[in-house]
């Protein structure tokens, strides 16, 4: 099936080989391990989201400058993180709608004058039909400031079918190994190559790993990260350390397994 509106192929389905996206590493200052792992040679990478300070903050971060200028150089995509969560039901003729939508422009420009980003991650976006035209206009603004931008829809499920339309990728599953050793694909998205989803997914165990992928095979997402870390009952961020099998991953995904 051809591509729709607003997206850009990059190889072909034949050709597709998984690889990790990364939900975004706490602070390089604070995890400066996990930023300096990200550029060695043959890490199979698709891109590594950037949250400075729920968003780009308010000053360029002399730190996060650095990672991103590394990542950069090695030819790996850069996105800025953007909260896409007060998207849910606005209507951009309101003050607030126009406030939200403006803030959320406001922030990606700072992104790409300060860290020269590749795209953009709209983390919690809305899954729900009435909420798409908010997405599409805010979408088509980021592509404005950006040419060729790389836009990932973070739903973190499933989400009208339509959303695929306005994002080069959909996050259709983000949440414990627990869900997602039980989940299941909607039937629409077998209508598009693999490249076009990513799953996420934590406290998948070691000797649980090699299922993992096979599940992200089977239902047609090439972009994942998969950690060992848990969100703890929600109190703690499971993307933003390293996962302790990060050799046993890199390895097996490097080597290139053919979708």
């Not at 400075?52 to 030819?75: I, K, M, Y």
């Not at 627990?178 to 070691?206: I, K, M, N």
Request: one cysteine or more; a negative charge.
């Amino acid at each position: 099936m051809p591509y729709l509106t607003g997206t850009t192929p990059t190889t072909s389905s034949t050709d597709l080989r998984t690889g990790l996206g990364v939900p975004g590493y706490a602070h390089p200052l604070l995890a400066p391990t996990e930023w300096g792992g990200l550029t060695r040679p043959g890490t199979p990478l698709h891109w590594v989201a950037l949250n400075v300070a729920d968003g780009p903050g308010t000053l360029p971060d002399p730190h996060c400058l650095e990672a991103a200028g590394r990542l950069r150089n090695a030819g790996i995509r850069v996105l800025g993180s953007l909260d896409a969560a007060p998207l849910d039901r606005i209507h951009l003729g309101t003050p607030y709608g126009a406030r939200v939508y403006g803030d959320l422009v406001s922030k990606a420009q700072r992104y790409l004058d300060w860290y020269r980003v590749d795209g953009f991650l709209l983390d919690r976006c809305p899954t729900d039909g009435t909420s798409l035209p908010e997405v599409q206009r805010t979408v088509g603004a980021l592509r404005a400031l950006r040419d060729k931008a790389h836009i990932v829809l973070g739903h973190g499920a499933h989400p009208h079918p339509r959303y695929v339309e306005c994002g080069d990728q959909l996050v259709t599953f983000s949440g414990p190994w627990s869900d997602y050793r039980w989940s299941q694909v909607a039937e629409w998205t077998a209508d598009y190559p693999p490249d076009r989803f990513c799953h996420f997914v934590h406290g998948v165990p070691l000797g649980h790993l090699d299922e993992a992928l096979r599940i992200a095979r089977w239902q047609g997402a090439a972009t994942i990260w998969f950690t060992d870390h848990t969100d703890r009952g929600g109190r703690a961020d499971p993307w933003e350390t390293m996962p302790g099998y990060w050799d046993e991953i890199v390895s097996r995904i490097g080597t290139g397994v053919s979708e």
